[in-house]
């Protein structure tokens, strides 16, 4: 069985979701499909990038990931598919796969442990992107309103069923980018970065790699007004209600409430600057 | 594999769909399990059916539907099963499968770009009604509260599993339905119609069918108390909060707001009424 | 196929269950994923061991539960799989597997009729449980804050692939349980028992076995400060608003809102003292 992943903005509610794996099984009757996320907030591209990236990696060699957060469905935005070394990616050319077009890999899997760099409006080596131009990989009838079920869905089901994917479209070498996580070390051994992601549980996950954070000094963590003394070791480690910094599950610094919500207790959110400080 | 999917108002917190996932696993292991959508609004059957109509043509030939949004389980009403050209749909005789029943299809999955038409109360040609009253295709014991674990997941899974349609349970050629849609040409011209949907993103899914305006007219549109000046291309097209009309997915005119919530910004919900005029 | 059931606090929104089916998957392709429930309150150990004991047994022989329910997370507390007559099951050691631990069965599914015993922190005949403490069974790499990724997914999916049960680690002898139901009958021919569930429906499922109150008697239910005469045959059963004892599908008693909302109603909630009195 292939596997095609899907995460949109779409919620379950009015069957959108259930649409597109209908068209997928329509083509490619032996697919995993799986939900990534359907509760992206509406149009925000950033979010859905990174909930792709941190998922992505754990997903068998030769899935075909289809994100569809396209507030500019029917405008002029072209509809992409790439080949990354381990997976397929298919999606609008809004931003939205960024990760993949910069194979930019988070810290826990196998990401970078020093600066990170990256280039936007490029390809990574070993990156190729086409444009979903070709009738035959599209549904017959393309509405303005929903690529999703008309052209991304088929794009991914034709590529799990075998369909090489140079034949899907034209080549394309300028795919349009956001700007990715650029956390930076300063010349003074502090660190600066910033609130990448807010989730379910109020964690903050910071764009800072805790890899950079195991040296033998001990860290003052600044976020919004607050100060956090090092880095706990769980969740769980600490008085219940306090603020506390841990080592997160991508490898990423995370500011959280033990056994509470830290994005509620400290009013912050995506974007919010977040430091480290060695303590001497 | 046999694909059976389901439409339910049960949400996803209490684990009744995963019951219902277990019960057609252990009956028919070899099937894949969609959900269409579990957000059904609580007990609002016009809204599941519109949703199940929305997306049942995009699924391959052979597809067992199960609907579940069933303010009367354990009451006299019958369970059901239904058999068209292309799919089987199961669940409560309480209009929800009234769309297939119909035989009436949506204008942007083949549906008729003329007047509708349709008669409640009887079954379409080429549809054949069931009631589930055969035991040795339910649970072992069928409560009063739960007959979407207990009647109509069996019967799905038999159906992924091969019974014959007809061993199901006895015909049935009176089966109740609700009303469908029914926009209406003018003598005038003009188009009168309603909002049938309101789906997440605030779009109002009218039931006017976007083949009615591809005339060489242009066109005012009314809903509640606004007007929209012509078709506009996508929900991009439009300064930023406008509100607009476009050509929906499912071949129906939509209200929406360009990078907003129409549904919001209008204070309309189904039913409102909609109107297309032409303009000389 | 085998199944693989995930019952977890996380939401749908972060990609965290997604990560952990894309783990499954890369461990045990041929598997098949069932969400049980991601909307568990959050930490509500209690809660999903409901859940979980009220699905499992109507799925296939052999599948395996995943429960990730972990407030203690990356702290002391151990991680467990479990085998029983014919499941298995994966999780931390907080009690959430109390159900299965215990051998204890709802009503509705083959639980005991008369009164029901359990003893806490000891393993009932037949049911073994193990320490997940081999790493060739983990992730090579285990955070401290997501072992759903990196130790529980791997766990179900060693197992799903046909890793003996006995390979996966230790022996434990002293699990971690919770107080299961515990309804009493009393020397005047009275039960006493408390709401166990209250679902998306707003019903209130109580612990009271329906097989109790199969006697030639006709009841008096007491919850909250309010009286219910006797049971009712379904919800639909009665005028609509008005307050009923239904038998649940679980084979326990249910109070419920013919038409409504009884949680909301009575403003109760799990824990409610429940009674029914014998009415002579």
């Keep these: ?98 990760y993949p077009l910069a194979g930019y890999r988070l810290p826990g899997v196998g990401g970078p442990a020093s600066e990170l760099t990256h280039s936007a409006g490029s390809l990574a080596p070993g990156v190729e992107a086409v444009q979903l131009d070709r009738p035959q990989y599209r549904l017959p009838s393309v509405s303005n309103t929903f690529h999703g079920r008309d052209i991304f869905a088929p794009a991914a089901a034709h590529l799990a069923a075998g369909v090489p994917f140079v034949a899907l479209g034209t080549p394309v070498i300028d795919p349009a980018t956001i700007p990715l996580p650029w956390p930076q070390k300063l010349l003074d051994g502090s660190i600066r970065g910033a609130v990448l992601h807010r989730d379910k549980f109020g964690n903050l996950i910071t764009d800072i790699p805790v890899l950079w954070l195991e040296t033998r000094q001990t860290w003052l963590f600044h976020v919004g007004e607050r100060l956090i003394d090092d880095l706990s070791v769980s969740y769980d480690d600490g008085r219940s209600g306090s603020l506390i910094a841990v080592a997160g599950s991508q490898g990423l610094l995370e500011i959280a409430v033990s056994g509470g919500n830290a994005a509620d207790t400290l009013c912050v959110d995506v974007g919010e600057p977040v430091s480290a400080t060695p303590r001497f």
Excluded: C, E, W
């Design 1 to 98: 069985l292939s596997v095609v992943t899907l995460t949109t903005d779409f919620g379950l509610r009015d069957g959108y979701v259930g649409t597109m794996k209908g068209v997928i099984l329509s083509i490619a009757p032996q697919t995993q499909i799986v939900d990534i996320s359907h509760d992206i907030a509406l149009g925000k591209i950033a979010q859905a990038a990174y909930v792709l990236a941190s998922a992505a990696p754990f997903f068998p060699d030769g899935t075909v990931h289809v994100v569809v957060v396209d507030p500019g469905v029917g405008s002029s935005r072209r509809a992409l598919a790439l080949r990354t070394a381990g997976a397929y990616y298919v999606g609008p050319d809004n931003g939205v796969l960024s």
